[in-house]
């Protein structure tokens, strides 16, 4: 299915931040570095700030500035799901307002390459991308910086031809086709061929006989599909076995049936690839489910034997659901873990409660709450925005240095291509921006009424950084690179898995 990827660990920074979710108020104080995956020696070396001697090929800076560009200001523009409010995820307002949060940070430090910052947000509504890209490829502005959206890999066409390319830097590719795009640079990237595994590597040895029965529910847009079929893949290598794969629709879900469904499935675990908010309407419908079995008269003799199972071995921890960076937020634990479920979520960058005192982590939070919204959640994806428009700021300067002082777009896409070690100034491990290679670091927390509890790996201050938590995917490596229609992408994700058969929607695993 897949073969370990031999890399070098990579290092993370050891100069973290404590950050009181419930008051905002931030407490600096030197963090315990010494754990299990990662030592001190491992933690201290931040990204170093290296620039080249200017080559032949920069462009001449006396050559007309690229749209978006002044003497005074800087346009910046973002991307993000915003006015829908039935289909949108917290994430795009997470991350427009992070972006907002660090134009008011940069200026009040001066600006970027000598100009205040100024952000624009496009609103693509989920479904509007495509018209949304080509609208940001014929405006005013220098580039795409922070942006999250479920659709964009709709209109990265117009992205990569020659009268558009401009310099991207998003929250996070989260289709195959944007991760592909010549002018797409993220600080914390994922890859179409290169995929975290780690987790489900720990849980299927906590867990191994939980993981040999694993259903997974999958949004119905392409976008979630292609993640899931890649997930599937790398899980299964690293020992889960699937028995049951469920969609849920996009608006209008009902979640009672799709607890109904995955009860019957059989199976003693759940992954989860979609938005936390979605998940939680899952996880108390599941509630709900195996609460009320007396009273529920669409369950036969068999659903109520299972609900037993299922009851026993929640009680245990012996059932668990599993999310990944998605279901990480300020507030989220609270409301999942009055459920008192077995939740597990996966998140690739230190949580916000640790203590340290890492300058990006406080600069996101202070700008967020005292300039932006008091009262704004802190978010994981605001801060890959964040960490994305840091990773801006760097080609940006590298730029200006190897051109003398000039500043285009070319010349800050050439710039971003040779970025090919970046943590993010420390707020998560070693990536390569410039070909997409992701960071092997990870780590579980789970919720609790009292706000989220790391379980691995276990010190504070440090993450799971084992090389080989990354593997290399083959069969579904090249999922969504194309334009298909959903038809044939399910066709496409069955074969994934010789043992899967297609019903409809579903794909069930034997």
């Not at 006015?83 to 972006?99: D, Y």
């Not at 949060?101 to 509504?125: C, K, P, Q």
């Not at 659709?151 to 086709?177: I, T």
């Not at 070693?430 to 010190?459: D, Q």
Request: proline residues 5%; aromatic residues 8%; glycine residues 8%.
């Amino acid at each position: 299915m897949f073969r370990h990827m031999s890399r070098r660990k990579w290092r993370l920074v050891g100069l973290m931040l404590a950050v009181g979710l419930s008051a905002g108020v931030v407490a600096c104080q030197k963090p315990d570095l010494q754990g299990p995956v990662l030592g001190a020696s491992d933690l201290n070396t931040a990204t170093p700030a290296v620039f080249e001697e200017p080559t032949a090929s920069a462009i001449d800076p006396s050559k007309p500035r690229s749209p978006g560009l002044s003497d005074e200001v800087m346009r910046l523009g973002v991307i993000a799901d915003i006015t829908n409010s039935k289909a949108v995820t917290k994430g795009s307002e997470a991350a427009w307002l992070a972006m907002r949060a660090w134009a008011r940070s940069i200026n009040d430090r001066g600006g970027l390459g000598g100009r205040d910052v100024e952000v624009v947000l496009f609103d693509a509504n989920v479904f509007r991308h495509a018209e949304v890209m080509r609208e940001a490829c014929e405006s005013d502005i220098f580039a795409l910086v922070g942006s999250y959206a479920l659709q964009d890999g709709e209109g990265v066409d117009y992205l990569n031809e020659e009268s558009c390319q401009l310099p991207d830097f998003p929250a996070a590719a989260l289709s195959p086709k944007r991760r592909e795009s010549p002018v797409t640079f993220v600080s914390n990237p994922v890859s179409n061929t290169v995929w975290q595994a780690g987790p489900a590597q720990y849980l299927s040895e906590r867990f191994s006989e939980l993981t040999d029965a694993v259903a997974t529910v999958v949004l119905d847009m392409p976008v979630a599909f292609y993640q899931a079929q890649r997930e599937i893949e790398a899980a299964t290598g690293a020992g889960f076995r699937y028995v049951h794969q469920a969609t849920a629709d996009v608006v209008g879900q009902d979640y009672d049936a799709l607890a109904l469904e995955l009860l019957r499935s059989g199976a003693r675990s759940v992954t989860w690839t979609a938005d936390s908010e979605r998940m939680l309407e899952l996880l108390q419908a599941w509630t709900r489910l195996v609460d009320a079995s007396a009273t529920n008269n669409q369950l036969n003799a068999a659903d109520l034997a299972a609900i037993r199972r299922v009851n026993n071995e929640l009680s245990s921890g012996q059932f668990f659901f599993y999310c990944g960076a998605d279901c990480y937020s300020q507030t989220w634990p609270e409301r999942a873990g009055e459920l008192n479920q077995n939740v597990w979520v996966s998140i690739n960058m230190l949580p916000f409660e640790e203590p340290g005192d890492n300058v990006e982590l406080v600069r996101y939070v202070l700008s967020l709450r005292e300039q932006v919204d008091e009262e704004a959640e802190l978010d994981l994806i605001g801060l890959s925005s964040w960490a994305s428009a840091l990773l801006f700021e760097e080609a940006v300067n590298k730029a200006r240095f190897l051109s003398g002082g000039g500043l285009t777009r070319e010349l800050v896409i050439e710039a971003a291509s040779t970025i090919t070690e970046w943590n993010g100034r420390g707020l998560h491990g070693y990536t390569n921006p410039a070909e997409g290679h992701p960071s092997s670091c990870f780590m579980l927390v789970t919720p609790t009424t009292s706000g989220w509890i790391r379980r691995h790996p276990a010190a504070p201050g440090t993450m799971d950084c084992d090389p080989d938590n990354l593997v290399e995917l083959v069969e579904s490596a090249g999922l969504g690179t194309e334009i298909a229609d959903i038809l044939e992408t399910r066709d496409v994700g069955a074969s994934v898995n010789p043992r899967a058969t297609v019903a409809g929607t579903a794909v069930t695993y034997q």
